[in-house]
């Protein structure tokens, strides 16, 4: 059943193949369009049975617009299919002539060349295509108002039907934050190593054009703007080429409105880094909703940034252990002569023995060498 601006309304008799308008004064039927007792004279072959969802598309003093769903056959076997398939119909309807006539404007056929013997619906849509549901498996087709198809669709399964099929836009705005979870990544554990990951998703928006990611390695010092992502599905991730201990994320729509954001995340560290991690100083910018940044930068030296005071100590006594190691061997290769003089052997000839000349000569007699 559908209502007109008139206030009367259109009812479809599946069973009796009749179209009725019905008075919404008094309840009287108005006029039978199809059927045994059709007020309209059906122009160039026009027919229709077992018809479902009928509606107003316009209508004036004169003329007015319908569109029904033609089963063209039932369920019980009631008649002979009286089309070669189920098609989506607009007829025109001329109430001010006598007989008043029916004319076909537009058909839309069921692409597969079958009849649909139960439900079925045509919708027109704002922008004048035409979506029709076959009752079967979900299937629908869209077409352009002139009849040219754009898609069809159907469940996989046959398992599953459906009644009506309809398009609509859907706008989608969560009550829940976006889910943000942020991990770093990196060999030892120095921060100046160590990237960040971040992973962001909001089920259910429909709206969000970009993602911007904020930073902060000390919370209460504010946030800075790492970076920006176009929107890429389900879920969006970007990498920063630094670690960054906080982070959250801001959904934003196609003319820049904020849309969301979600929790400050602590960054989640690889196998249990936390409290082992040496601190690394980032840029930190306070932020208001209006994008508004202002920069607050602390820059540290950069032995500072990669190394502790642990670390730095250790380097300091291997180094002063290093300038000893060089100046004894220094001291030694300036004064290996007197040094190996004193009580140290070595052969001064090629000869294998020595003669008893040069054994005087030694201040340390070695017995094994004098044998």
């Known amino acids: 059943m559908d209502k007109g601006k008139d206030g009367h309304f259109l009812i479809s008799g599946r069973y009796t193949n009749t179209v009725y308008k019905i008075s919404g004064i008094d309840g009287s039927i108005l006029w039978r369009l199809g059927g045994e007792l059709s007020d309209f004279l059906l122009l160039d072959g026009l027919n229709f049975t077992s018809q479902h969802h009928v509606r107003f598309q316009s209508e004036n003093e004169t003329v007015t617009m319908i569109t029904l769903f033609d089963n063209a056959s039932d369920d ?204 690394l100083t980032i840029p930190n910018v306070l932020h208001d909703d209006s994008t508004k940044q202002q920069a607050n930068v602390t820059t540290l030296p950069l032995a500072h940034q990669s190394l502790g005071p642990s670390a730095i100590i250790l380097i300091s006594i291997l180094l002063a252990f290093s300038l000893l190691g060089m100046a004894a061997t220094a001291y030694f290769l300036w004064n290996r002569k007197t040094l190996l003089s004193r009580g140290v052997y070595a052969p001064v000839t090629s000869s294998d023995t020595l003669d008893s000349s040069e054994l005087s000569s030694l201040t340390y007699h070695d017995q094994e060498a004098e044998k």
């Not at 039907?161 to 120095?190: I, M, Q, V």
């Not at 800075?224 to 991730?237: A, I």
């Open 76 to 279: 019980s076997g009631r008649q002979v299919p009286t089309s070669r398939c189920s098609s989506g119909k607009l007829i025109a309807l001329n109430t001010a002539t006598s007989p008043m006539t029916a004319r076909l404007i537009q058909q839309w056929n069921r692409p597969d060349g079958l009849l649909s013997d139960k439900r079925g619906n045509v919708q027109v849509l704002p922008d004048t295509n035409v979506v029709v549901g076959w009752g079967d498996r979900g299937y629908l087709s869209e077409f352009t108002a002139d009849g040219r198809r754009l898609l069809d669709a159907a469940y996989a399964s046959s398992r599953f039907g459906n009644y009506r099929a309809y398009k609509f836009n859907f706008t989608g705005s969560p009550t829940d934050p976006p889910a943000l979870r942020t991990f770093a990544y990196g060999s030892g554990t120095s921060a100046a190593d160590m990237v960040s990951v971040c992973y962001v998703s909001w089920n259910g928006a429909t709206e969000v054009a970009k993602w911007n990611f904020y930073g902060s390695h000390d919370k209460s010092a504010g946030f800075s703007m790492v970076g920006s992502m176009g929107k890429t599905g389900f879920e969006t991730s970007y990498m920063s080429a630094r670690y960054l201990k906080y982070t959250y994320a801001e959904a934003i729509s196609a003319d820049g409105r904020i849309l969301g954001k979600s929790d400050v995340q602590k960054t989640i560290l690889p196998n249990g880094l936390d409290g082992a991690l040496s601190d």
